[in-house]
């Protein structure tokens, strides 16, 4: 059978051409009723930019008069939206494809979908396509608003397969329909994609060129979100001190943050933010927000400037640690977490020493570890690496010893205090208390009466652990 669909091209995909366009998405009557009578069931991978992405794809297909199900068992459809970022979090999905040709044979007309990131890498739609015959459709990060046409080529073609993984490298669609996950708290993307290019990450490939929404268009979002009563709203972008720069409008992520913060939401996040471009003007945007929550997610990866240079990340362990200092000494109260990577390439004893340096020089409140996991297409994974991996798993307990260390004496600053607390629902742990969040980003289980998703309530800390904090409900604070 002739192939009418063209593969992805990570090399197409490391292009960067042309200006930020506003497209104005509309749904066509043809599919608003594709869905009647049929359920969808999505599994998310990954990251807040896939989680938001996935609230999108149920607004589209709500918009397509489908419902949601509970679990995958009673669903017509099927998405799994998947992410790249590391080898184990592939071989989960692929794992879930295969778990699925069982459902697929009791149910032939279910339609099985795979979106998300690994939909943009060419060798993985290959092995989709020749070894995972089940899987009806296929589409990429750029390709979400497609979804409603390539179901109904699905539904009216015979079963044909279903693909699209272009990258659309201009473009930012407004107006696309959203079913928020959550009542009382809201991811809002403010940009798309990735420049940056570290040599380990396979995200500018298949997230493409960064894109910057318009700040009114952003605001907007925010304002109406306040008014349907949500309390706190985290800002989305790869790197949001690029926030901008593509509109060459004269505003950047400083000054999206101050409009953002004037609507009055109660509490505003932000994630993610290099350390390159970490501006004196963003700092004192910090400071000068009391509803930006004292939290910031400051990725690190290695204290070594070799490795530093090596993964292409424009800073350095000394020019790190000036504005972490620089932060702390505008807002001493910030909590901060980091990502951390151990075994790049060749990493040296040494280069790991600069890490544990870098961990224990700034204190941090948590850190996401991982060892190195190698991206094909990546010009990482062409360095040869001579560090075995004992080696590299030895020094991944060595990192979280000290991390936990650390995590440990900044959860004690709390024991005692009464802090603000945004409840999440029933605790995982415990049926029942109740969690939830500070402004510090610090999970907290709690018992106390009379409360519920989206209350903000005042919780006594009682006892505090390396990762979360327990106590009890004191008083709830009126919004």
């Given at each position: 059978m002739k192939k009418d669909y063209k593969l992805p091209d990570l090399k197409l995909a490391s292009n960067r051409t042309g200006e930020t366009k506003k497209v104005i998405f509309e749904i066509s009557d043809e599919y608003k009723t594709l869905g009647a009578d049929k359920k969808y069931f999505i599994k998310t991978h990954g990251c807040q930019a896939n989680q938001r992405d996935s609230e999108s794809i149920?607004?589209?297909l709500e918009d397509m008069s489908y419902s949601p199900a509970k679990d995958e068992t009673e669903a017509d459809l099927v998405l799994i939206n998947t992410c790249a970022v590391r080898e184990g979090a592939e071989d989960k999905v692929f794992?879930?494809?295969?778990a699925l040709k069982r459902l697929k044979r009791e149910k032939p007309s279910m339609l099985i979908g795979i979106c998300g990131c690994m939909a943009q890498e060419e060798k993985t739609v290959e092995e989709i396509l020749s070894k995972y015959h089940q899987v009806d459709i296929i589409f990429g990060t750029h390709n979400i608003t497609s979804l409603p046409k390539l179901i109904n080529d699905v539904l009216t073609a015979n079963k044909k397969r279903a693909v699209e993984v272009y990258s659309k490298q201009g473009e930012v669609i407004e107006e696309v329909p959203v079913t928020r996950f959550a009542s009382h708290k809201a991811w809002v993307n403010i940009m798309y994609g990735c420049?940056?290019?570290c040599t380990y990450c396979i995200v500018p490939y298949t997230r493409g060129k960064e894109r910057s929404r318009l700040l009114?268009?952003?605001v907007k979002e925010v304002k109406q979100l306040k008014e349907e009563g949500y309390v706190e709203i985290c800002l989305l972008g790869q790197n949001v001190n690029d926030y901008g720069r593509d509109l060459k409008l004269g505003y950047d992520f400083a000054d999206l943050l101050d409009e953002v913060a004037k609507t009055g939401i109660r509490r505003i996040r932000f994630v993610t933010s290099n350390p390159w471009g970490f501006t004196d003007k963003m700092i004192d945007c910090l400071a000068r927000n009391e509803n930006v929550c004292p939290y910031l997610h400051l990725p690190v990866q290695s204290g070594s400037n070799d490795v530093l240079k090596l993964m292409n990340r424009h800073y350095t362990k000394e020019s790190y640690k000036e504005l972490f200092d620089k932060i702390k000494k505008a807002v001493p109260h910030y909590a901060f977490t980091t990502d951390i990577i151990v075994g790049f390439p060749n990493e040296t004893d040494e280069d790991f020493k600069d890490t544990l340096d870098m961990v224990d020089y700034c204190k941090y409140d948590n850190a996401f570890t991982f060892i190195y996991s190698k991206r094909s297409g990546t010009p990482a994974a062409r360095m040869?690496?001579?560090?075995?991996?004992?080696v590299k798993e030895a020094r991944?307990?060595?990192l979280n010893q000290h991390v936990a260390k650390w995590a440990n004496e900044s959860m004690q600053k709390f024991k005692g205090q009464t802090v603000e607390v945004l409840?999440?629902?029933?605790?995982?742990?415990n049926a029942n208390a109740y969690s939830g969040y500070t402004v510090e980003n610090k999970l907290v289980n709690f018992t106390g009466d009379?409360?519920?998703v989206g209350d903000l309530v005042m919780v006594e800390i009682e006892e505090a652990m390396s990762f979360s904090l327990k106590g009890k409900m004191v008083s709830k604070v009126e919004l």
């Open positions: 149920a607004g589209l794992g879930e494809i295969g420049d940056n290019f009114e268009d952003v040869e690496d001579l560090t075995p991996r004992e991944l307990q060595e409840v999440d629902g029933i605790s995982k742990k009379d409360v519920k």
